[in-house]
């Protein structure tokens, strides 16, 4: 339970963002367009906003209590999903962002209506909004939950209706006070995030009898070496269930493989994410937003890794009974409790602050995404199902309505995930199945002028098959990445295949392509220089 210093910390933290948000609404409220006020915050976003929205719109419980599971599990080496990721926000700044605003494409089905036709539009926004909510929304309200109960002592329940409750008060504000309030968000769960490791690592510390916590750190080194690689062979590591940690992160495929396809995917073709920049004023504005956000990347593992891994030796050393006990259910390990068990072993007062950051992280995550998903059925399913006589009033009014039911729907459904281990690969997984035909649409669709609209219609169908048929047949014994990389192959064959035998003749130049996709200022260039300094020397530290 939380003590009386801890409860006014976290009370502190509701007030200012609340506060805050409520300013930025009055202050920046617009006489302008309401759809693209509402869910775009069109040109009123900053760069940094930019880039601490994408950030705290990412990072989430299945970050924090997910990614430190994964961490306890897996080691070092899931962080690539940190790294690798500062890399594809370079690329999307580069390539992805100025087809995106060169085009005017404020929605990502609306890219897919525009380059091919109604028919693939419209199917991507469905899968889209059932994935989102179905396994993103649920699966955040889940690990949220599992984190207050933990700490708090709140059933599961009822902290996954107060975290929905929350999100849904900062999401009705339309995305303005979504950007703005993640800004305070984001340095909340870093100065949260930071101390949690701190702590973690001075508790290691002393089962040696030491007192600092870079001491934490070398023992974490020596006592636990197999975590700290970046690099997993077969056999080289075996988690807490029993199985090979190579069939999560498959060595080469992290580095040359099936990552990229989810990288590219979720930084460059998801709404969620690519919303935040869609809005800016201008090119650079957009750009420098996400470079801030692959810098900020750099240190996420420090925040959402690290302690997973402190939290496996704390359970292997043994010393601690209660948090040892307390990561079993029954007999099996629970990867997904470490987190909040280190939460819960906090001394009072850093406990509220980083309960309040844990907080922060999940609901600023929620708004984002129900507000994306809002922005999907109003924009891209409503309005062309209705055209274009509907009115701006009708479609913000629309958009609340779908954020209130889409928040009921994954607080209903957060419960019945309660059988999982490791929530940040339960994602990655069934989020895998549309995501090798996303990004093959979208290059298609981008870099060719023959690609048909029954080709991407094609590759929007047969990714989903060919994700159930591998996964279930002749690749179910194969890591989820590796299937992911030849569902990609299989699909942009599928459209190319498709392409060919239909309509020869058929060219679609309506999408302009950018030709000078590289230029960028000298500043974007050197940044981008130092962020790929930083993860090549890790990775050849970290082998």
């Known amino acids: 339970m939380l003590a009386w210093i801890d409860q006014i910390i976290y009370l502190l933290y509701f007030i200012v963002v609340g506060g805050y948000g409520y300013y930025i609404y009055r202050r920046k409220h617009s006489s302008g367009s309401l759809t693209h006020d509402y869910f775009l915050a069109e040109g009123s976003l900053s760069w940094w906003a930019i880039g601490a929205s994408i950030i705290a719109s990412n990072i989430s419980a299945e970050q924090f209590i997910g990614m430190s599971g994964s961490g306890f599990a897996l080691g070092l080496a899931i ?113 949260g995030g930071l101390t949690t490791t701190y702590i973690a690592l001075d508790l290691v510390a002393h089962t040696k009898g030491m007192g600092h916590w870079l001491d934490g750190l070398l023992i974490l080194k020596t006592e636990v070496p197999q975590h700290f690689h970046l690099f997993i062979e077969k056999g080289q590591l075996i988690k807490p269930d029993g199985t090979d940690a190579y069939m999560d992160l498959p060595g080469w495929s992290v580095l040359l493989g099936g990552m990229w396809v989810i990288n590219l995917s979720y930084w460059g073709c998801n709404q969620y994410i690519t919303q935040r920049a869609l809005g800016a004023k201008n090119l650079k504005t957009a750009q420098n937003g996400m470079l801030f956000a692959a810098v900020m990347k750099l240190f996420m593992p420090l925040i959402v890794v690290l302690p997973g891994i402190a939290a496996y030796y704390l359970y292997k050393e043994g010393s601690n009974l209660s948090f040892a006990q307390g990561m079993l259910e029954g007999s099996t390990v629970k990867p997904d409790k470490a987190y909040p068990l280190l939460l819960s072993i906090l001394p009072t007062g850093f406990k509220g602050l980083a309960f309040a950051a844990l907080t922060a992280a999940i609901v600023a995550s929620l708004a984002g995404k129900v507000n994306s998903i809002a922005t999907i059925v109003s924009l891209d399913i409503y309005k062309n199902i209705k055209g274009d006589a509907v009115s701006d009033t009708a479609l913000v009014k629309l958009g609340k309505v779908t954020v209130l039911i889409a928040l009921v729907i994954g607080a209903s459904l957060a419960p019945l995930l309660q059988h999982l281990d490791q929530g940040f690969q339960f994602i990655q997984e069934f989020t895998g199945f549309i995501t090798p035909g996303v990004l093959a649409i979208f290059l298609m669709g981008i870099f060719t002028t023959w690609t048909t609209p029954n080709a991407a219609f094609a590759g929007a169908i047969s990714t989903f098959a060919y994700s159930l048929l591998f996964k279930n047949f002749w690749l179910d014994q194969s890591p989820f990445m590796n299937r992911i990389l030849v569902v990609f192959i299989c699909t942009v064959a599928t459209m190319v295949l498709v392409s060919l035998l239909g309509n020869r003749n058929y060219r679609n130049d309506t999408v302009i392509v950018n030709r000078n996709l590289f230029v960028t200022s000298s500043g974007f260039k050197l940044v981008s220089l130092f962020i790929l300094g930083i993860l090549v020397a890790l990775y050849v530290f970290l082998w």
């Open 79 to 191: 962080a690539s999903y940190e790294w690798m990721a500062a890399i594809g926000l370079i690329i999307v700044a580069v390539v992805f962002l100025p087809i995106y605003l060169k085009n005017k494409i404020f929605t990502m089905p609306g890219f897919l209506r525009k380059r091919f036709d109604p028919r693939v539009s419209m199917v991507m926004a469905v899968f889209w909004v059932l994935v989102y909510v179905f396994v993103n929304l649920t699966s955040i309200l889940y690990l949220g939950g599992l984190a207050i109960q933990s700490i708090a002592g709140i059933p599961m329940v009822l902290a996954v209706w107060l975290l929905a409750a929350l999100a849904l008060i900062i999401a009705l504000g339309g995305m303005k006070v979504i950007g703005y309030t993640d800004v305070i968000q984001v340095v909340l769960l870093i100065i």
